[in-house]
């Protein structure tokens, strides 16, 4: 079966702890992405990576970061500098980036709620 | 940065009724979407239109992009209670990146 997965689909963490969120997709995507949701909210591009060793900041990047030493693992740290940690962080991947005109489908996978204590 | 301004918030309608929402922007998009997105899963991709002015259809879904290609609207008829979810328009941006609407919380009562 071929898609996405985040892993823990949820987690605790205590004030000031940093805590990494997990992505991997056997997809064989170049593309993938880190988004926030919260209450009541659209996404919110937080990292994207459109290769292997390259990512890009978002548009809420502060008191994240991320790597991306394999093709299908997209790991995302949540640190201590984020004023407001709590939220539901969604994972997805493209088969590539695309073109200014051209849109590849962004597949998402399940998501991981981290409640910060 | 760009805002999508997503309309209703919410909507609880009977099953059987035909629901209708839409997306409003500042700003011209290349693309537009529509997205589902179940309670505590990741959104799904139902709908993507690539022309000003395009009427694309799936199943009980229909959605325009708008000819001034700043608003998009979505359409569902004759509801079903599997339709709850939460709905999201989304704009494309250079490159691959998405712009998205807040949602359409979509409650049916059977």
């Known amino acids: 079966d071929g898609g996405i997965t985040q892993s823990p689909k949820y987690l605790f963490r205590k004030e000031g702890q940093n805590v990494t969120l997990s992505c991997e997709q056997n997809?064989?995507?170049?593309?993938m992405y880190w988004y926030r949701q919260d209450p009541g909210q659209g996404l919110r591009l937080i990292y994207y990576s459109q290769i292997v060793n390259d990512f890009q900041k978002g548009d809420i990047a502060e008191g994240y970061s991320v790597s991306r030493e394999k093709k299908e693992s997209f790991p995302l740290t949540v640190t201590s500098a984020q004023k407001n940690p709590t939220a539901f962080y969604l994972c997805a991947s493209s088969i590539s980036f695309g073109a200014v005109l051209s849109y590849n489908e962004q597949f998402f996978g399940p998501g991981t709620r981290l409640t910060v204590l | 940065g760009q805002q999508l301004n997503q309309s209703p918030q919410s909507m609880f309608i009977q099953e059987g009724e035909d629901v209708s929402m839409n997306c409003t922007s500042s700003?011209?998009?290349?693309?537009w979407l529509w997205y589902k997105q179940d309670p505590g899963e990741g959104p799904v991709l139902l709908i993507a239109l690539y022309k000003a002015g395009e009427l694309t259809s799936n199943g009980r879904l229909t959605a325009q992009f708008g000819i001034t290609r700043k608003d998009s609207f979505l359409n569902i008829s004759a509801s079903i209670p599997s339709d709850v979810g939460i709905y999201f328009c989304?704009?494309?941006?250079?490159?691959?990146?998405?712009?998205f609407g807040g949602g359409t919380r979509l409650m049916v009562k059977p």
């Open positions: 997809l064989n995507h170049d593309a």
């Open positions: 700003s011209i998009f290349n693309t």
């Open positions: 989304a704009g494309q941006r250079a490159g691959n990146m998405l712009t």
